[in-house]
């Protein structure tokens, strides 16, 4: 039985970018954790644990755009297994680089699940300067990395609107916690900054 989104032919190269990637991803997750942890517990004052769910279809979305076999076929030192595992890099190590520096600008407010903690900060530094919401597009970039260096482009075309259904949901929860936090001052940072891309959206 032919697959649904007939996958491109890939080389080893982009495998092994894409594998570094998921390396340094893993790394700064644990980095984002445990600077959250040095900060110690302080009372959450609101949480919306509904934004689990909308993390599942997140990461749904994401897993489809590597989902399927991956056929190793082409020449490893051909130009296009060279562009492919650049572009690859590149994307990965741009969205690990956004996590990283978006996670450490948060610093004690950084968490899975949405929530804000009784000395929450409201963060408009680093990434958080440019868009609202770095991290989001951070996973954006690792989406499209894993489906080039998979040879599943094509599964794009299913993953991109799950994975932007669960961000808006979450984006939706996060923004109210904020504004009920903030109020006013929420509201005069969403004014000045863009969600997901500078001066567009």
Request: aromatic share 10%.
């Amino acid at each position: 039985m032919q697959h649904a989104f007939p996958n491109d032919a890939v080389a080893l190269p982009g495998i092994a970018a894409i594998m570094v990637g998921f390396l340094a991803f893993f790394v700064a997750l644990m980095a984002a954790r445990h600077r959250a942890g040095k900060a110690g517990a302080a009372p959450v004052s609101q949480r919306a644990s509904i934004t689990w769910l909308w993390i599942v279809v997140q990461g749904i979305g994401i897993g489809i755009s590597g989902f399927g076999p991956v056929r190793v076929e082409l020449d490893p030192l051909s130009a296009m297994a060279i562009t492919e595992a650049v572009i690859v890099l590149a994307l990965m190590l741009g969205a690990v680089w956004l996590f990283d520096a978006s996670s450490y600008a948060m610093g004690k407010n950084w968490a899975l699940v949405a929530r804000t903690r009784a000395d929450h900060t409201l963060v408009q530094s680093g990434p958080f300067a440019v868009v609202r919401n770095p991290i989001y597009v951070a996973l954006f970039g690792f989406m499209i990395a894993m489906a080039i260096a998979f040879g599943h482009t094509r599964n794009l075309i299913v993953a991109i609107p799950i994975y932007a259904l669960g961000t808006w949901m979450r984006v939706s929860h996060e923004e109210r916690l904020l504004r009920t936090q903030f109020g006013a001052a929420y509201d005069d940072y969403a004014a000045r900054v863009k969600r997901f891309v500078p001066g567009v959206c």
